[in-house]
């Protein structure tokens, strides 16, 4: 029996795709950086068709690569171009299988959409804090396996810091239980740690238990003009201390990234004129009664404090100018900037991408140096170094000088090396919540402590032996 008549018996025809033409969504990925091949899509339902895929898989020999969303950044979900590789889709494992109010906890299957936990914690009052841009797109076993970050990192952690247990499939078949909901479980080695970034080179997430939180029933929502980015460090600090640390988001958006937007999305216009060089949006957030009862006025505590606290910083020079907004339509435009600022970005050009981070102390000195290194490859290059100030992680994109530039390709790569230069410099990370996936093998590879690397890639032998199980990501 073919392997393919193999798969089919285990999936269901209709669970299985071979169709060249119907493969495609699967095999590129959302930036175009890269395109495979493959000899099938597997579409599982259970965590048994898993196993026996898994099973399969070690018996023959078969390549496998594991894929949520297919919203990641570095290749990661997308096979070679050999054509022999079966990319196994998550994406129909999507049920909820409990949910538990008490506990603040739920069990969901890793195919189950970011968006659609949002929803589910909001039916039941409660709150899950992962976000990012792709929330309609990616699973929860993608945020797992690329241990995700996103714009509240910086008040609930990243994905690893919202686990609280993990199914996991391993290369041969077994299943591992570590679907668990205790607080408290230290019972030897925590193995989930392993698979939770682990860019499915180790296993493959089945099915996952994350954390809940309470809702915020308060939130103040604002952009505000700064100086320079070294304000946006110092504002952090002034708000957390002022707020009580009820900083949710606090994102570092430069002029040429507004402009960019406004342009791509007209109908997304920064709310300050002229666009300021650089603006922070923030939101607070609390789930404390007192701060969501509307004042007598009709005005919002929650709003009133951050006004003080931008009024503040305004007296201090931190802030520029600022508006906040005064509903939820407001609201909903400023996170729509921030969203779009990586669709705008594609559309306008090629960019050069990257996803690094520094110590806080380090920021603004980083800004600063790749900016000038990048600016002496061209002075009219549009920096977009945008992103997770709160985190000290900053998407420092650069776009081709406006109206195009013919010498675009063969500048790219010296600016990618002039953003990295000043990023060695500060001893920041290459990848701070996209991964390694097939773009940053190498870098890896020359950066990472030897020790360290030499382990890793003993536990991956000790995991998959035959090196079948996403083979070219993250390790060579
Ligand atoms: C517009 C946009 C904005 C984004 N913003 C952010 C952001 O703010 N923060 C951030 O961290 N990322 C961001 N990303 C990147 C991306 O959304 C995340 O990496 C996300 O976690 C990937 O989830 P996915 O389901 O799409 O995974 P995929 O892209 O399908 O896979 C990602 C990796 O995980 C592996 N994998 C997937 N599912 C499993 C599984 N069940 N078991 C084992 N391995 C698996 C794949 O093999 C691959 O290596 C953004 C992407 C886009 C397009």
Known sequence: ????????????????????GDMAPFLDDW???????AAAILLPVSTAQVSEIM???????????????????VGGGIPDQSGHMF?????????????????????????????????????HDLHFPLNLAAKGSCSIGGNLSTNAG?????????????????????????????????????????????????????????????????KPTARATAIAAIPHPQAGVELLAQVKKASGDIVEA??????????????????????????????????????????AKPNDDGTSPITQKLEMILADAFETGHVLDAVIAQNETQRTAMWDIRENAPESTKRESTPVNTDISVTLSDFSRFYELASN????????????????????????????????????????GAIFDAIYAALYECNGSISAEHGIGAMKVDQLAALKDPVALATMKAIKTTLDPKGLLNPGKVLH
């Not at 930036?31 to 091949?37: D, E, L, T, V």
């Not at 061209?378 to 900053?394: A, F, K, S, T, W």
Request: hydrophobic content about 40%; overall charge negative.
């Open 1 to 20: 029996m073919s392997v393919i008549q193999a798969l089919t018996d285990i999936l269901s025809p209709k669970n299985i795709i071979i169709d060249k």
């Open 87 to 123: 990319v196994l889709s998550l994406a129909r494992m999507n049920k909820v299988r409990s949910i538990s109010p008490e506990n603040r906890s739920m069990i969901v299957e890793a195919g189950c959409l970011l968006e659609s936990l949002h929803n589910l914690a909001d039916e």
């Open 373 to 412: 290194n990048v600016k002496e490859i061209d002075p009219e290059v549009r920096i977009c170094g945008y992103g997770h100030l709160g985190d000290g992680n900053v998407h420092f994109n650069v776009v081709e000088r406006l109206g195009g530039d013919a010498s675009w390709a063969q500048k790219r």
């Open 55 to 73: 099973a399969l898989a070690d018996a023959h020999d078969l390549y496998i690569v594991p894929q949520g969303g297919n919203t990641g950044l």
């Open 31 to 37: 930036r175009g950086n890269y395109s495979g091949a």
């Open 150 to 214: 996103g714009i509240n990192v910086l008040r609930y952690g990243n994905t690893r810091d919202l686990c609280l247990g993990l199914e996991v499939v391993l290369m041969g078949g077994k299943v591992m239980n570590l679907l668990t909901s205790l607080r408290k479980d230290n019972t030897g080695y925590d193995l989930k740690h392993l698979f939770i970034g682990g860019e499915g080179t180790l296993g493959i997430i089945t099915a996952a238990s994350m954390k809940l939180f309470p």
């Open 250 to 291: 606090f994102e570092i958006m430069p002029h040429d990234i507004f402009a960019i937007v406004e342009k791509q999305f007209p109908q997304l216009p920064c709310p300050l004129k002229p666009i300021p060089a650089f603006a922070i949006l923030m939101e607070i957030g609390s789930s404390d009664p007192e701060l």
